[in-house]
């Protein structure tokens, strides 16, 4: 079993910044692949940010320049660096985890593993 934990929400003005983390649990097998997601009310679950081992990023376009994706696998934590932040961004954020056993996809990847979440608050 991998749990995944988040750590990092809180409320923030528009233009302010925020850094999630996220601990996995696991084999180093089950945390080859991470991302973040986010979730708006009455939305699905939507990519925002996924990395492999070797730290190759890949952002939905929304985010690109603003967010930054990175981990450290010695501790088999992933992180998202959250600047300029629009209230368009407030959302449930989620991270993800997996062995990316049909190959590393970008935001197209599966993830088996998921934390309970972390709200993002944007507003002034």
């Known amino acids: 079993q991998v749990y995944v934990v988040e750590f990092g929400g809180d409320s923030v003005q528009p233009g302010g910044s925020l850094r999630l983390s996220c601990a996995a649990s696991?084999?180093?097998?089950?945390?080859?692949?991470m991302a973040w997601f986010l979730r708006a009310p009455g939305q699905e679950h939507e990519a925002v940010a996924t990395?492999?081992?070797?730290?190759?990023?890949k952002y939905t376009e929304s985010v690109k320049g603003r967010f930054t994706i990175y981990r450290d696998n010695a501790k088999k934590t992933v992180y998202l660096q959250m600047n300029s932040l629009k209230p368009e961004d407030t959302a449930m954020y989620y991270c993800?985890?997996?062995?990316?056993?049909?190959?590393?996809?970008?935001?197209?990847?599966?993830?088996?593993?998921w934390g309970q979440g972390t709200q993002v608050t944007v507003s002034s």
């Open positions: 993800a985890a997996g062995a990316c056993t049909e190959g590393y996809r970008g935001l197209d990847t599966r993830f088996p593993y």
């Open positions: 696991g084999s180093t097998d089950d945390t080859h692949c």
């Open positions: 990395i492999d081992w070797y730290g190759t990023p």
